[in-house]
Antibody, heavy 122, light 107 residues
């Protein structure tokens, strides 16, 4: 059974840092791109960041709203993805979802975790 | 970024009704479009990918159509389990973007 579980969400003050983790199981982790999405009251569902699969070079991409502040990484030996968030802003508040995905031979594989809540507030 | 405009924002319908939700892309995304269903407190779940392909395990009352910039999700006969919020997602580029969502409510 495929499972992704996020952790690390918390209440944090503006300007501080937080690291989210995503533990994956039930699929060949290195073969999948790992992404972070978030859902906020103001902007709805929003893609945040992506790290490609091992075969795609593990290259990374970021949404403009987080570029330079967030860093995505993966530990393939432990099947864990991380999102290091720094210089947090109030508008970063939301539920953060970890997603493992790939598109192969017409199939669309898309696995979501249950989400972890990040609250940025004074 | 590719902007996705979804309509309507809310939709009131009864069990058995045929329901249609529309999504418009700000540029040509070919058929790189997925539809998701989300229930309160849960992660989104993919229903349709590549604009028209039904995801494994999704009931056949769900269908998708369209290409280019205009897309539609249709539920042929609304069931009690279908009251939820629906989103379109374009994945033409790595910078994926969602529509604003359509909440399907009980009439």
């Amino acid at each position: 059974e495929v499972q992704l579980v996020e952790s690390g969400g918390a209440l944090v003050q503006p300007g501080r840092s937080l690291r989210l983790s995503c533990a994956a199981s039930g699929f060949s982790f290195g073969d999948y791109a790992m992404s972070w999405f978030r859902q906020t009251p103001g902007r709805g569902l929003e893609w945040v960041s992506l790290i490609r699969s091992v075969s795609a070079g593990e290259t990374t991409e970021y949404a403009a709203s987080v570029k330079g502040r967030f860093t995505i990484s993966r530990d393939n030996s432990r099947s864990i993805a991380h999102l290091q968030m720094s210089s947090l802003k109030i508008e970063d508040t939301g539920v953060y979802y970890c997603v493992g995905g790939r598109i192969v031979a017409g199939t669309f594989e898309d696995y979501w975790g249950p989400g972890t809540l990040v609250t940025v507030s004074t | 970024d590719i902007q996705m405009t979804q309509s309507p924002f809310t939709l009131s319908a009864s069990v058995g009704d045929r329901v249609t939700i529309t999504c418009r892309a700000s540029q040509n995304i070919h058929t790189w479009l997925a539809w998701y269903q989300q229930k309160p407190g849960k992660a989104p779940k993919v229903l349709i990918h590549k604009a028209t392909s039904l995801q494994n395990g999704v009931p056949s009352r769900f269908s998708g159509s369209g290409s280019g910039t205009e897309f539609t999700l249709t539920i042929s006969s609304l069931q009690p389990d279908d009251f939820a919020t629906y989103y379109c997602l374009q994945y033409n580029t790595y910078y994926r973007t969602f529509g604003q969502g359509t909440k399907v409510e009980i009439k």
